[in-house]
C-alpha cells in the first residue's frame, strides 16, 4: 500500500468503526499513512507543523482510541520509547542490536510462505491466523 492508499484504508476503516473524523484525526492518519516508525513527541512534533494549536491530551486519546481499535502497532525495541506504526497483515522487523537500526521487510513470496506456515501452527492451537509481527535481532554488516 503507498501512503494515498493507506490514508484511504484508514479513513475507510474509521467510517466503518462510526468513529467521528475531526480534524486532528484526519492529521493523525495522514501522519501515519506516510511515516514508517514514530514516537508520539515526533507525531506531536508533526501535527504542530500542521496546525499550530494542538491539544496534546486529545493526541493521546486517539492514540489510544487507535490502539483499541487495532489500527496502530506499538513497538517497544530499546526499552525506552514507545514507536508507533500503521497497521500491516504481514510485518517482519529486523533489528541490529549494536547500533539499534530496524529494518522493516516487506517482501511479497516470503509473506506469503511465512503466512501459510503460520497459518498452520495456528491451527494446532485451534487459532485461525489473519496476521502476523515478528521480531528479528542480530548484528549488520557495519557492526561486525
Ligand atoms: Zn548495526
Ligand atoms: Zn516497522
Given at each position: 500500500m503507498n501512503s494515498t492508499e493507506m490514508n484511504d484504508f484508514y479513513i475507510n476503516r474509521l467510517k466503518e468503526l462510526k468513529i467521528k473524523l475531526t480534524e486532528l484525526r484526519i492529521n493523525i492518519i495522514k501522519i501515519i499513512s506516510r511515516t514508517k516508525h514514530f514516537t508520539i513527541n515526533e507525531l506531536i512534533d508533526m501535527l504542530k507543523q500542521m496546525?499550530?494549536?494542538?491539544?496534546i491530551m486529545s493526541v493521546y486519546n486517539n492514540i489510544d482510541l487507535l490502539l483499541e481499535n487495532h489500527l496502530l502497532y506499538a513497538n517497544t525495541f530499546n526499552g525506552k520509547y514507545i514507536i508507533y506504526e500503521a497497521i500491516k497483515p504481514h510485518l517482519i522487523h529486523i533489528k541490529?542490536?549494536?547500533?539499534?537500526k530496524i529494518i522493516d521487510v516487506d517482501d511479497k513470496k516470503e509473506n506469503t510462505q511465512f503466512m501459510n506456515s503460520f497459518i498452520s501452527l495456528g491451527k494446532k492451537f485451534n487459532v485461525e491466523v489473519n496476521h502476523y509481527k515478528i521480531e528479528l535481532h542480530g548484528i549488520c554488516n557495519e557492526c561486525k
Open positions: 496546525d499550530s494549536k494542538v491539544n541490529c542490536d549494536e547500533c539499534s
